[in-house]
């Protein structure tokens, strides 16, 4: 059997990846990625990143404003993002979320847009893609009062908050997402974490270009280190990196409703 793997989480548009983009897809191909999906960040990036979808088959947009750039938005930005939303080729809703780190953007306004993402997942029957940072009480409570009792769509990206939080968001029907930093050292917490999530809600990640998982750490970041994140999930899974490629392989498709 071999490796077969999807990044549910990159910024393929970043200037990072401006210089050897070719050679960037070419070595996620052969590393077993095959599939790639790369999150919008604003108006803007949504537009990039579906065009370089139009071009790369393997290439699978999401679209929708950070919650770090909701402050920055033109009024029709908003209006664009939910015609994207609604294209064939789009297969999420993101990145929104909120973000308590960076203090920029007022948490009411990063709550409005994430309210907004989460109404667009259900309009066009999307998942929606969480970025949370220092902010999980906040995203949690949100997350409920959305839910109201019915299962939401949507995936916790980038997870590193604590198992009661998995907890509540595998109750709410999100699935989670590890990324690198399920690999870095001292986070043994997270990796005990990580073992408790049933098998069908896990899915692998970059957050390409930053994130990059130990043996790369601190370097920039790119979809086929997915499979450095996968290895320490079949690890503490008591998988092997094959069987696990395949679990979140399978959880992604059908998520995403990817073909
Ligand atoms: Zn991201």
Same mark, same amino acid.
């Given at each position: 059997m071999s490796l077969n793997l999807i990044d549910t989480h990159c910024h393929l548009d970043a200037k990072a990846f401006e210089q050897d983009f070719a050679e960037v897809l070419q070595r996620a191909t052969e590393t077993g990625v095959k599939r790639i999906l790369s999150i919008g960040i604003s108006r803007s990036s949504s537009a990039t990143v579906m065009q370089m979808a139009d071009k790369h088959p393997e290439i699978f947009p999401v679209v929708g404003i950070h919650p770090n750039y909701t402050l920055q938005t033109e009024p029709d930005d908003w209006d664009r993002i939910i015609e994207m939303a609604h294209h064939d080729s789009v297969v999420g809703v993101g990145e929104t979320g909120l973000d308590r780190y960076w203090k920029d953007v007022p948490i009411e306004i990063q709550q409005d847009y994430f309210r907004r993402h989460i109404r667009l997942s259900r309009d066009t029957g999307k998942p929606f893609v969480?970025?949370?940072?220092?902010?999980?009480?906040?995203?949690?409570?949100?997350?409920?009062?959305?839910?109201?009792?019915?299962?939401?769509? %949507?995936?916790?990206?980038?997870?590193? @908050?604590?198992?009661? &939080?998995?907890?509540?968001?595998?109750?709410?029907? #999100? !699935?989670?997402?590890?990324?690198?930093?399920?690999?870095?050292?001292?986070?043994?917490?997270?990796?005990?974490?990580?073992?408790?999530?049933?098998?069908?809600?896990?899915?692998?990640?970059?957050?390409?270009?930053?994130?990059?998982?130990?043996?790369?750490?601190?370097?920039?970041?790119?979809?086929?280190?997915?499979?450095?994140?996968?290895?320490?999930?079949?690890?503490?899974? %008591?998988?092997?990196?094959?069987?696990? @490629?395949?679990?979140? &392989?399978?959880?992604?498709?059908?998520?995403?409703? #990817? !073909?």
């Open positions: 969480v970025h949370c940072r220092d902010a999980e009480t906040d995203v949690v409570e949100l997350l409920q009062e959305e839910s109201q009792g019915q299962p939401l769509s %949507g995936v916790m990206h980038s997870f590193c @908050g604590s198992g009661e &939080t998995a907890k509540i968001c595998l109750q709410l029907g #999100l !699935h989670i997402s590890f990324s690198g930093m399920l690999t870095y050292r001292r986070n043994e917490e997270l990796r005990a974490t990580a073992a408790t999530i049933p098998l069908d809600r896990l899915l692998v990640e970059t957050d390409a270009p930053y994130l990059a998982p130990q043996p790369r750490r601190g370097k920039r970041n790119e979809p086929a280190f997915t499979a450095m994140t996968n290895e320490v999930l079949a690890e503490v899974h %008591g998988k092997t990196a094959e069987e696990m @490629g395949e679990i979140t &392989t399978r959880n992604a498709t059908a998520l995403f409703q #990817l !073909h």
